[in-house]
């Protein structure tokens, strides 16, 4: 195998009617990535080289959003039909000699470990072709496998059935493997004699039959790995599938999941042992959680790095930021991007930060906005703290350095600097900076009136 080269191509011409939408279909995400790129990323882990994608019905956009990876792409004009589209991938493809594996862009939940069971089985057989299917109790719709022991005589559609064929219950899954350029000289031959006037990729099989070659077909243990995505129910579908598979990997690593049919998981999230993840939590993204964490009910996290030991408490939701060792967020609290807390931190109910580094230990327990600010180590920040970080036009920066308290309703007006050590009374605006271990202060002076109220309700009798 080794010795010869291996070519994935992936359809995704197709225009997805069905899913009633702007967006190409293949775009739709599924668990946080396009479905796309669940083929794209098989045909990479499979050690496929090239990969070329066939695109069609809004190839610009499907470009665009694959314009990252390693994929090479062949336009196919007009939709007429599977064979036309890999046909397509002929001049992409032309110095290369070798198997050729066919996906579809369409097809997101295909393991790794069928494919490669797919190619050792082709291999071994020395195929010209062999077809993964699967037996399904209802096979309406699908291309039925028409066989004589371990021989494939060749595919027949379910329009072009004859009433007998239809009772066949293996089906087509539309992933093969081909020999290249083999596979190529026999689509260019072929005809559009069928009921949907198309091309069709299946009748490479029976031809390759007729000129003596051997055609495999390989039926798969689980059929809902091939399930192919027309509509959003079916998208609906694959996810929470998909969703059950990551789940079950989380927890038979160690993680629990409290309810997981109610726990959502991007396939790329990790999470460390012993961490507890309540119902309703959204883990989406590039996220990555420590060891003997609590994920409180309704917490979202997207884009974050979350370390061991921390706690994530109710309705929090945390983008973009780092979350050091031993911290409590929450509940309610908004971690924007550019957040990152050192360590040992407590960030209450209805704190919401922005860009902001909180040194280690430090706390803001209530009610407060950091936006574009950098806390040192043990700074207590009181109830109602506000930095007043934008002038309208520009964004200025807030600086407290190590063991600074300050007092409740306080506003910062950056750019401001509090040296350490100092203190900083409630209610102050502070517009200037402060030296270190200073008290700061700016109240206008208090002023009180006895026996006012009683004056006024007297008058009023
Ligand atoms: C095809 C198979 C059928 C199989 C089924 C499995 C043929 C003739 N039939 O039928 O045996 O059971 O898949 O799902 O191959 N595409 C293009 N360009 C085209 C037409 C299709 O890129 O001109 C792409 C689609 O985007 C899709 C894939 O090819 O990713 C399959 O096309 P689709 O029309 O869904 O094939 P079926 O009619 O379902
Ligand atoms: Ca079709």
Sequence with gaps: MDAKGLAAVVLAAGKGTRMKSALPKVLHELNGQPMVQYPVQQAARLGCQPTVLVVGHGGEEVRKCLADQKVDFAVQEQQLG?????LSARPALADFSGSLLLLCGDVPLLRQETLQQLLDYHCSEGAAATVLTATMGDPFGYGRILRDGSEVLGI?????????????????TGIYIFEAPL????LSGLGCNNAQGEYYLTDVLARLRADGRKVRALVMDDPAEAMGINSRVQLAEA????????????????VTLVDPAATYIDEQVEVGTDTIIHPGVCLWGATRIGQDCVIEPQVTVENCQVGDQVRLKTGSVLEGSQVGAHSDVGPMAHLRPGTVLAGHNKVGNFVETKKAYIGEGSKASHL??????????RVNIGCGTITCNYDGINKHKTIIEDDVFVGSDTQFVAPVRIGRNSLVGAGSTITKDVPADSLALSRSPQKTIEGWVLRKQKKKK
């Excluded at 996810?239 to 160690?254: D, F, K, P, S, V």
Aim: aromatic share 4%; glycine share 10%; hydrophobic share 35%.
């Design 239 to 254: 996810a929470t599938l998909m969703r059950q598979r990551i789940n079950e990997r989380h927890m038979l690593g160690g």
């Design 368 to 377: 407060t906005y950091i936006g574009d600010a950098e806390l040192g180590a």
């Design 183 to 186: 596979v190529f000289e026999i």
């Design 82 to 86: 599977t064979g036309h589209a890999l």
């Design 156 to 172: 027949v559609e379910e329009k072009d059935a004859t009433d007998e064929q239809r009772t066949i219950r293996e089906i087509n």
